[in-house]
């Protein structure tokens, strides 16, 4: 089972990126979260997709300016960030689990490598 993160880069503030999330699996009930940590802090939750349910969930920082999705493969998610800002720079990974609680990291079970987004002011 594999997770693969794509898209990270150097944007300026206010650009935009797309990230996505392969698996090497069909996700079908598994949700996918994105989490990101920047140097020196917490890994940080930003926003997860249930695709059986047709759910999605933001976390407060980042609603209205970024978009989760999934793809007809069933393989891959994406993430849609918008007006990105300095303090959205982090390596971003994505995860694959179960959770109750989409904001939960340890109820994730599979996590990607990371990829680096840079937003310079």
């Known amino acids: 089972v594999q997770l693969q993160a794509s898209g990270g880069g150097l944007v300026h503030t206010g650009g935009s990126l797309r990230l996505s999330c392969t698996a090497s699996f069909p996700l079908g009930t598994y949700a996918i979260g994105w989490f990101r940590q920047a140097p020196g802090k917490e890994r940080e939750w930003v926003p997860a997709i249930k695709n059986s349910l047709g759910s999605t969930y933001y976390a407060d920082s980042v609603k209205g300016r970024f978009t989760i999705s999934s793809d007809n493969t069933e393989k891959t998610v994406h993430l849609q960030m918008n007006s990105l800002k300095p303090e959205d720079t982090a390596v971003y990974y994505c995860?694959?689990?179960?959770?109750?609680?989409?904001?939960?990291?340890?109820?994730?079970?599979?996590w990607g490598q990371g990829t680096l987004v840079t937003v310079s002011s």
């Open positions: 995860a694959a689990g179960l959770p109750t609680i989409p904001q939960l990291a340890y109820e994730y079970h599979y």
